[in-house]
């Protein structure tokens, strides 16, 4: 019973989830268990963890920021990140926090990216591949007639749409046709891109809300988010899984950060 109303389909008609569920007069929740605005129930454990688990944010209204330890970083939105993933060339805060005020020196073999700043190795610079997540290995580069290869109307850390607007270089495979001519979205492009914190992957490449994967609904356009042995992966490796009956023993496997790392690997080409 205590997978009804929880805001989750987990009957295929969806009979566990029926419309009285959002009636506060019908709808209570347990103990330990955390009542959303929405009238949605889940458990105390998400409350204040930064991922909007009722739909409508309400369990992440009023929260004060736990304290970091001596080995954690604090991000600009509070969150704690290990202290090792501070200026190492990724984003690991979903404020982008975590590269903002870097000063990395690089060796004379190497190319300094601009944005996030990091080290690249010298013989990348120029060779028809963004290494650099902002593309700037690739900026100011000319073939061997002396032709410029990387004529942008855009701002270093911007990205050049095929119809000359200039967008974040975040928003490349998000997804979202930002560009409006889909070129930010193409096959090719993304296919050379890693996806940032929080989104997941798709064979495709595009890059999706780690929250939207195995929701029933086909968001990657091709499927791939849906497909059973990455759903079974997603409820081993995700915070939000069901209990797992293995030997008569009930075990339940919690958030581990492996599991986008993991499904990433599958669709490596």
């Not at 454990?45 to 970091?68: A, I, K, L, V």
């Not at 990724?90 to 700043?117: G, I, R, V």
């Not at 200039?166 to 492009?189: H, K, P």
Request: hydrophobic fraction near 20%.
């Amino acid at each position: 019973m205590t997978w009804k109303c929880d805001g989750e389909h987990d009957c295929s008609s969806g009979e566990d989830e029926p419309i009285s569920c959002s009636s506060p007069e019908y709808h209570t929740c347990e103990a330990t268990y955390f009542k959303c605005s929405n009238n949605k129930c889940i458990p105390g454990r998400w409350r204040c963890d930064y991922d909007n688990d009722c739909g409508d944010n309400s369990d992440e209204e009023g929260c004060s920021p736990r304290n970091c330890s001596e080995s954690e970083f604090r991000c600009s939105d509070g969150r704690c990140v290990r202290g090792n993933l501070l200026c190492d060339g990724e984003y690991n805060c979903d404020d982008l926090s975590d590269e903002a005020q870097c000063n990395t020196t690089c060796k004379e073999h190497e190319f300094q990216c601009q944005k996030p700043q990091y080290c690249i190795f010298l013989e990348w610079r120029c060779d028809g591949d963004a290494d650099c997540m902002d593309g700037s290995d690739e900026v100011g580069c000319h073939d061997n007639l002396g032709n410029s290869t990387s004529v942008s109307p855009c701002p270093p850390g911007d990205f050049a749409c095929s119809n000359e607007e200039c967008i974040s270089s975040l928003w490349r495979c998000d997804g979202d046709d930002d560009c409006s001519d889909g070129s930010d979205e193409a096959r090719a492009l993304c296919a050379t891109l890693s996806c940032p914190p929080g989104r997941h992957r798709c064979r495709n490449h595009i890059c999706i809300p780690q929250s939207a994967v195995c929701d029933g609904s086909n968001n990657c356009g091709d499927n791939s988010d849906e497909e059973p042995h990455l759903c079974e992966l997603y409820y081993l490796f995700s915070k939000k899984a069901k209990p797992i009956f293995v030997d008569n023993l009930d075990l339940c496997l919690y958030y581990n950060s492996t599991f986008e790392n993991f499904a990433n690997k599958l669709y490596v080409n």
